[in-house]
């Protein structure tokens, strides 16, 4: 079968079961979704094995017990942000969302160099992206989804929320035009590089970071902005900003542009400790260590 087929096929479906869940009560459709997505990872085991290697590598004296109880909150999680972020209603889900450290970005808005936000795959990070939209001038770099249709129409929502998606693929010159106007530009900082990156420690193992918003704020002086989602027990959540990252003092050698990079991996490591079910495990994190750039 042809990819295009393929993908055409995949889109149907996806666009009848959304249709479908839409006719539901929200309430319904959010808690279906989530029993759904565990459910899901238990018979098909998707990627549940790697989440389980992975999460014994980061807490080795966790029990197989407790590494399966975070296993199953991560799925009931994603299953949650899955329904907020295609069901839920923006104003009303706004309204459950509290910010700590507000201040810390506005300030980092007001420079006038725009800014590098520096985040995750954690808490409803889609959600967080649209609240800050709400205020200011957001783009988010993404890498494009394999099928095409579905990658077209999660980003027509999130340009509808003022959300601008810029492609992973060659980035760089739209990220410069975007904090030349003042944007702040979010960059997902968690995942692996491969050899696109430089080897720094990550929750206590060497892993391949992703340079981009070290090297670009070097450059262009701009000020990084760390800024992580939290969901709480209750539903409700939490957005955290935390103090602004200067690239005061460094320069554009490997050496400093690791340091950063390592800098700002640290930020987001002390959430994943904090709230391991609410990151992204199935993610093969660890896999590119060995081709990273190294000092």
């Not at 309430?27 to 085991?45: D, Q």
């Not at 980035?171 to 035009?177: N, Q, S, T, V």
């Not at 950063?260 to 660890?286: A, N």
């Amino acid at each position: 079968m042809k990819k295009s087929t393929k993908s055409k096929i995949e889109f149907f479906f996806f666009k009848f079961f959304i249709n479908i869940f839409k006719t539901f009560p929200y309430k319904f459709t959010r808690t279906f979704l989530a029993k759904l997505f565990v459910f899901g990872a238990s018979i098909f085991n998707i990627r549940k094995s790697l989440a389980n290697e992975q999460l014994k590598m980061v807490f080795p004296d966790k029990s197989d017990k407790e590494i399966k109880n975070i296993i199953k909150k991560m799925y009931y999680h994603m299953g949650l942000t899955t329904a907020e972020s295609y069901f839920g209603d923006k104003e009303k889900l706004f309204k459950t969302c509290e910010v700590q450290g507000w201040e810390n970005l506005k300030n980092a808005v007001g420079g006038g160099k725009g800014v590098i936000l520096a985040t995750g795959h954690f808490g409803n990070w889609e959600l967080a992206g649209k609240y800050i939209a709400a205020q200011y001038d957001l783009a988010v770099v993404g890498k494009r989804q394999r099928n095409r249709y579905f990658d077209e129409y999660t980003n027509a929502l999130r340009l509808k929320d003022k959300v601008i998606v810029i492609n992973k693929k060659n980035a760089l010159r739209p990220i410069l035009k975007m904090l030349g106007e003042g944007y702040i530009v979010s960059l997902l900082m968690d995942q692996n590089a491969g050899r696109n990156g430089v080897l720094t420690d990550f929750l206590g193992h060497k892993a391949s970071t992703f340079v981009g918003a070290a090297k670009i704020a070097i450059k262009t002086g701009c000020p990084i902005a760390p800024a992580y989602a939290i969901r709480n027990d209750d539903g409700s959540h939490l957005f955290i900003c935390e103090e602004i990252i200067s690239t005061e003092g460094f320069t554009n050698s490997l050496e400093d542009i690791t340091k950063l990079t390592e800098i700002i991996s640290k930020r987001i490591e002390k959430y994943i400790y904090q709230y391991p079910h609410l990151w992204f495990w199935v993610h093969k994190r660890w896999k590119g260590r060995k081709k990273a750039r190294k000092i």
